[in-house]
Nanobody, 115 residues
């Protein structure tokens, strides 16, 4: 089983990035996918979550209106579209896939927002 994140990088404030999380070895549509992030010296925090069907997204208050979570179950991929990025969004972003029995994490992708 693997979750592989990509799409991170260095972007200026106000810019955009789209993160991808590709899953292999699982029945992807049976898993809730959550994006977390962890900044240096801080605890990991939930960013956004989406259910197996791809509806009813949930967002942390600090990203509402700026980030959009989505998924394509045919491609076993989840996305996090991040717009209007701020320096405080700088963190390692992790993808998590979970159901009642199983819990998987990716290795993370670095997002740095700086001028």
């Amino acid at each position: 089983v693997q979750l592989v994140e990509s799409g991170g990088g260095l972007v200026q404030p106000g810019g955009s990035l789209r993160l991808s999380c590709v899953a292999s070895g699982i029945t992807f549509n049976r898993f809730i996918v959550t994006w977390f992030r962890q900044a240096p010296g801080k605890e990991r925090e939930l960013v956004a979550r989406i259910n197996g069907r791809g509806d009813s997204p949930f967002y942390a208050a600090f990203v509402t209106g700026r980030f959009t979570i989505s998924r394509d179950n045919l491609k076993n991929t989840a996305y996090l579209q991040m717009n209007n990025l701020k320096p405080e969004d700088t963190a390692v972003y992790f993808c998590n896939a979970v159901n009642r029995e199983l819990d998987y994490w990716g290795q993370g992708t670095q997002v740095t927002v700086s001028s």
